[in-house]
């Protein structure tokens, strides 16, 4: 111990004058040493163990464990032109072809800068949309083709995980047109909107350039690096990661994490931070991010599986492009490290370790939602993705079917204002207290002045549409959530598709569902004065009804239970010990 104590602090004198110097470029440890610095440099690091591996000795720092769980890597932190972080006991830092190593370097304090960054250049097109398979593929690109639309399959190698039943590769839909500035694909694709429905993608034509330096700020050396740089240690801390963006939650926390870190620069010349690991662990940083711990226990359980399921499935569809797998938001699923583990839900995920839900020899899609607020959606209506049987919105209790259907516009209102029995209602009786929190969200209502909605909406849709007319629903899905809703102005009139950008244009942040009627009180000038929004649920109502699986849990259903009320004519199947 007395060595170690020397050591680092030996360390602290010497490597911030070393460190200042040493500027490494890409595979080679370079360069504008003097001969007495590399002698002082040999010698110190040999007798500091602190070792600079030669760059013959090339090994893949983290070998996915294929006897075993997949690894994935997970996108924290995006777009930053520097990144704080504080490191608890040692570090290394390492390349990824581990021709660069510099280990047992001290923690504290440490900054990451791009330096002199300069973004790629991009083309930009149009995608229509993504599926697993080349069947469905093909069968979207023929509607697409039939609208008179140029477009071709481009297909994306997605992952390398070593469990069956899960798709290697996906298949993208894209529109052959291109652009070479973002705003002219908008204005495209605004124009297209009425044909089809498509994503923005920018393709780089180069690499961007720049270089990571890093800082120790308490000893105040740093080092250069062109290329990513993993560093491995026990626990690293995250300074600003953004929560939730865009919802109504939106924050920025503090954060740790295991596992391996990665930093690089991305195409737009900004630091990427990418968090490495096993998915098992992983899991236990998002249960209790996407479940709140004190759930009851048979809930979490269900939660984990869908968790695991979900991770998998989505690997290659949601982030093709990226250095990374998933990212850490909602947009994937929540991941916040190790900063809020718990007890109750890291045990969830170890009594169901490598279980997933099957159906037709394929991981199924598993998406979840907070209350669905009486009965949940056919996947397809949420999102540009083929109909799945397991996906049938359901009535979020035992028995019947409505017999109202809630795609009519005089059932959901009568739906919306009445307090069905379900599972996730705020009045039933026998809830567990910890979904207390939720009641707000089973019925809610938001109200605006005219003028202050028109303003929301022109904000959020770039539409210059003059005054609000009239908000009129054209399309509703089973459980009632909003497909189209069409904006009548005094200028114009368009259709927001889909519940996402429905719920995004018509609240500063996002409305809790797009399962709401809509009420008007007042006129001045012959225009409605107010808009009152009566809604119902929390979420994309796709999949598990969190809350209602806890009140199915609580109530002394088991997770295989809960699992196939939500996804029905699945099976449960254990792929790895
Ligand atoms: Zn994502
Ligand atoms: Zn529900």
Redesign the pocket.
Known sequence: MTKLVFQVKEMKFILPRLMKKINFKKNSLVANFTKVNWFTFILVFAVLGVTCQAPTQKKKIMARNDADQPVIRV?VLQGRAQVDFRIEGKVSFVNRDADFVLRGLPGGRWKIEAIDSKPAEYVYQLAVGTRKGRWQAEEVLRSVRNKGLDAHISKIETNNLSIPYVHKSVYQIVLDKKFSSGNDAKTYQSEIQEKTNSEIIKIPQNDSEGTLRFTNLDNNYNFDSPGPIRLRTSQIQLADVEVGSGFHWETTEHRAYGGTFEFLLDQDGMITAINELFLEDYLKGVVPSEMPAGFPYESLKAQAIAARVEAVS?IGL??PFEPFD????V??QVFSGLSHNAERSDMAVESTRGIFMIHRNKITEAFYAGVCGGHTENNENVWLINAKGYLRGVLDRDGNRLSTPLSEESNVKKWIDSNPDVYCSSTRKNRPTSVNYSKKYFRWQVEYKRQELEKIIREKTGEDFGELVDLVPLKRGVSGRLIDLQVVGTKKRFIINRELPIRRALSNKTLYSACFYIKKRGRAKGLTHTYILKGAGWGHGVGMCQVGAAVMAHAGKKFDQILTHYYQGIFLQKLYN
């Open positions: 996108g989505k949601r982030h998933l990212c850490d938001e947009h994937c």
